[in-house]
């Protein structure tokens, strides 16, 4: 019962800005998937943040079972560092998060005897949603830079993006044209950002990832 009210609360708190062009249609909802991933990588800030092993749990079983396909697209940065990587990484892989989530667990025999239940759920595949369906992969933008991506999207369709920072700083997202036209952001002071919109026409859209911190940040990025 406690990790359906978990869920229920994260859920609440899931942030959504929604962009629009010429012809608004408030009327499109968020897709089930990438609802499931905004929900899921909540719930894996939040079982980080609070050394919750049930919340990694969770979010591990959300993450397997809503099927993303690669990107495969390089960001144009501002610039380059090489730091050392942070200690306090969030991580959204569902193997890691089951290994962090043993580790909070201790020797909890309840929480640890689920986390072997959704081991073996992933390994046997039965977690896997249908083919398809957003795509993503993890990023780093550093300390007050900008990661540029771009993006095709289809015309008269929802299209959404998706960006889930490791918390440590402000991330802002910006969707633009081919002719640099705003179409629409996500500014507040998290780094937990979404945009969507219906383009009028099929082309190729930018997305900018700011960090507003000095730190670097390491994200996930999806798209429908």
Partial sequence: ???YILIACLCSLSIAAFAQEEKPESNKAASPEMSALQTA?????????????????????IFAETKTQPMDIEAERGRTETVADKDNSVSFDPAQLLVDAKKFAGKDKVVLAYVKQVEKSIASGSTRGAVGGPKGQKDRVYGKDVNSYQVKFWASELAEVCVSGDGDTDLD???????????????????????RWVPAWTGTFIIKVVNRGALYNNFAIWTN
């Fill in 173 to 195: 997202l910006y969707v633009y044209d081919a002719n640099g036209n705003l179409i629409g952001s996500d500014t507040d002071y998290t780094d937990e950002c979404v945009v």
């Fill in 1 to 3: 019962m406690k990790r």
């Fill in 41 to 61: 990588a909540g719930l894996a800030k939040y079982g980080y943040a609070n050394y919750s092993a049930t919340a990694l749990v969770e979010a591990a079983k």
